[in-house]
């Protein structure tokens, strides 16, 4: 395809509708659920002439094979590309590095979960106030350190709204052998409600046909929180008054 073609045939980011448009899906969902190209686009803010920016980073992407390839890229190859300003590879080399630095956090950076405390320690501040229900899970390794933290739902978190798989995704795509669940009850009170206990269950079942291991679902309240694996609620009775991620004796 010639370029007057290509150029022809590219919709611009402002001829999407709003619900469309990269940083305002990012905005509603969450960076968990936008491609690749998507969050490029975001770093790149702008395309080039009768080229969106959107196109712009699907090409970039399609030149070098996917992020992989982009990340090999050199700042010169980079800029080669026909509307990759030295700005725009300087910014997609940027947060490719921050990426790189984040993966390699010495584990001594990293939040280590040993009790519902810790999940609650490290969410609190920012959920316990929220005046909505928001629900997180926690991607953790062998060892339940906190690899990324993805929030799944804005809104009601019940069986009849929370898919199942999308809050089991991000594990399998990162690869990881443990989750926790988390999420806020805005009015303060933590206590699990049958509905909790509902999706509990069923992220646990699916959780484990997958090979992942749910370790503890947490309700946020104001200055309290909940454990439903303490409580025995959605978890198997055998392991119900412990929460089993690992070192449960340092709790006393």
Known sequence: MSLEAEQQYSTMIRD????????????RYGPSHLSNAELIAI???VGSTGESVLNLSQRVLATYGGLGGVARATYGELCDLRGISDAK??????????????????????????????????????MSFLDQEHLRVLLLNTKNEVLATHEIYKGNV????????????????????NIIV????????????????LVT????????????????????????????????????????NIIDIGLAAERK
């Open 43 to 45: 770093l790149l803010r």
């Open 89 to 126: 590879a300087c910014q997609i080399l940027a947060a490719l590095e921050l990426g790189r630095r984040l993966a390699s956090l010495q584990p001594e950076d990293r939040a280590v979960i040993r009790s519902p405390q810790d999940v609650a320690n490290l969410l609190s501040a920012e």
């Open 182 to 197: 988390a999420h806020n009850h805005p009015s303060g009170d933590p206590t699990p409600s049958a509905e909790d206990v």
């Open 201 to 240: 269950r069923q992220i646990n079942t699916c959780a484990d046909m997958m090979g992942i291991k749910l370790l503890d679902h947490v309700v946020i309240g104001n200055q309290r929180f909940a454990s439903l694996k303490e409580r025995g609620l959605g978890f198997d009775s055998d392991a119900s």
């Open 158 to 177: 019940n069986s009849a709204v929370v898919r199942v798989a999308e809050v089991i995704r991000p594990a399998v795509r990162e690869n990881c052998p």
């Open 16 to 27: 999407l509708p709003q619900d469309e448009r990269p940083r305002e899906r990012l905005q």
